[in-house]
């Protein structure tokens, strides 16, 4: 048996139909000798037993409960075996040879720690999955996603966020990259550790970049391996409960991140500031989820 180039760790919760695509397309389109590494997060729809009896070579990891990302990612890297790892979004497609191009790029960069690829959303837009680290909590109101980048998409801090003013046309060394799609070198994992699981949902793929960044190895985002991403399907299905939960836990990876990286003490007044603001954008989208989900739950009783 060839010797394995890369890990594909895949974190799936109820979303079977999304996670069969994108192992049919790992293998339809990848050459490298790889293996897959599936975490399940205690899913409710038979997800690992069809997926096991279709391919019996994956390794499959099974939790009783809902761990979360950066856990279950951990769980998957404990057992990788490649030179590379990555940390791969259940719900992508690969467009086209995109881990071999990947791979190949690595091999020829050894200063690099981290590379991303080109992601498309269903509609054919651009991604924007490469950002520059956030300076204070205000940057976070400016994300890709954000309702102020939406209306005022020109304002300075969501161009420095987003790099708006490049095309992901071209390779670029960029700061930090969304872990939909983040390949490691593992000779990185072996030295710095693995993902920092208090957060459970969120953030860990900046606060990772950061750490790679702050050891001087380089990350990079190469434009020609592309893959469709069907941004926040991977976890499938979502209860009220568990919607609430991600929006806490959301708010509380970003806290978390500020106060790891930037006050490093609880009692710093900008800690103590925006602990009490994610309690208040907590409970505001929550109020405003029960609101937009509670119609629907009477409908449901009728």
Known sequence: MDKI?????????????LTYDCIDSIYAKTKVPFEII?????????SVLE??????????????????FAAANN??????????????????????????????????????????CKLFEPSGNIQRNCRAFPLSPLDTFFGRASILSRVFPNNPITKHNLSLEWDYNSAKSVEWVSG?????????????????ENYYIYWEDTD??????????????????????????????????????????MHHSAYYYFLKNH??????????????????????KGLIEIARTRPNLNKGKK
């Open 5 to 17: 180039n890369v890990s594909i760790c895949l974190v799936n919760h109820n979303a079977k139909a």
């Open 38 to 46: 599936l975490v399940d997060n205690n899913s409710e729809d038979k």
């Open 51 to 68: 997926i096991k009896n279709k391919h019996p070579e994956i390794k499959i990891i099974n939790n009783e409960k809902n761990v979360g």
């Open 75 to 116: 769980q998957a890297i404990r057992q990788a075996v490649g030179k590379y790892v990555i940390l791969l979004n259940n719900d992508t497609i690969l467009k086209n040879n995109a881990l071999d191009l990947m791979v190949d790029y690595m091999e020829k960069r050894k200063n690099i720690g981290i590379l991303t």
């Open 180 to 196: 939909a799609a983040m390949m490691i070198r593992k000779a990185v994992i072996d030295k710095l550790g693995m993902l920092d």
């Open 208 to 249: 990772y970049c950061k750490r790679v960044k702050d050891n001087n190895w380089e990350i990079w985002f190469l434009p020609t391996a592309e893959i469709l991403h069907f941004t926040g399907s991977g976890g499938g299905k979502r209860s009220l409960k568990l919607k609430l939960h991600v929006m806490y836990e």
């Open 263 to 284: 006050y490093r003490n609880i009692f710093h007044p900008m800690a103590i500031l925006t602990f009490f603001g994610m309690l208040y954008l907590t409970a505001l």
